[in-house]
T-cell receptor, first 115, second 113 residues
């Protein structure tokens, strides 16, 4: 079974530029998460999708961050414009069960550096 | 709301010595509990989880954790650590019905030869 795929693995941009991350979850997984992991901290949820609908985006900075999940499969997370404090690892995860999240499977993450 | 506290940010331990990584959670409803491990430049991998049943759960590589409801804890233990156990360990909690995973701030385990 293929795992959660993310790209790119690394990205360096200047502040005020825009950037996009891509995630392909495990086939058949209904739930998709985007987490932000700042150095020295635990992952923090940015947005949770159930199929192609948003379940929770309460912690997503909507003035600069946006995310979509096309046709309930792949997902993209965009930052525009980026700030220095957006430097972090962005983790995508997926979960197979709709109403009971007994496990989340994580991708390797995208390390973003904003300079 | 749920929250997870990992009191120890760094734990150095000698090879073959025992280790305990502490995790406490706060929740007003029943939860599932997890330990994830993160190796350098890697994503999070599930180490073990408590869903129901026996309060003691084990992983395939010798780690175990015990769910203690009265103390709201889910401490991770290993009787004898190896160099390869050096990694970041995250405790996480989720509500039983479709919700996000809440993570602690992580414990960096360093095994010293």
């Amino acid at each position: 079974e293929a795992g959660v795929a993310q790209s790119p693995r690394y990205k360096i941009i200047e502040k005020r530029q825009s950037v996009a991350f891509w995630c392909n979850p495990i086939s058949g997984h209904a739930t998709l998460y985007w987490y932000q992991q700042i150095l020295g901290q635990g992952p923090k949820l940015l947005i949770q999708f159930q199929n192609n609908g948003v379940v929770d985006d309460s912690q997503l900075p909507k003035d600069r961050f946006s995310a979509e999940r096309l046709k309930g499969v792949d997902s993209t997370l965009k930052i525009q414009p980026a700030k220095l404090e957006d430097s972090a690892v962005y983790l995508c995860a997926s979960s197979p069960v709709r109403y009971t999240n007994t496990e989340a499977f994580f991708g390797q993450g995208t390390r973003l550096t904003v300079v | 709301a749920q929250s997870v506290t990992q009191l120890d940010s760094q734990v150095p331990v000698f090879e073959e010595a025992p280790v305990e990584l502490r995790c406490n959670y706060s929740s007003s409803v029943s939860v599932y509990l997890f330990w994830y491990v993160q190796y350098p430049n890697q994503g999070l991998q599930l180490l073990l989880k408590y869903l129901s049943g026996s309060t003691l759960v084990e992983s395939i590589n010798g780690f175990e954790a015990e769910f203690n409801k009265s103390q709201t804890s889910f401490h991770l233990r290993k009787p004898s650590v190896h160099i390869s156990d050096t990694a970041e360990y995250f405790c996480a909690v989720t509500m039983m019905v479709g919700n996000q995973f809440y993570f602690g701030t992580g414990t960096s385990l360093t095994v010293i030869p």
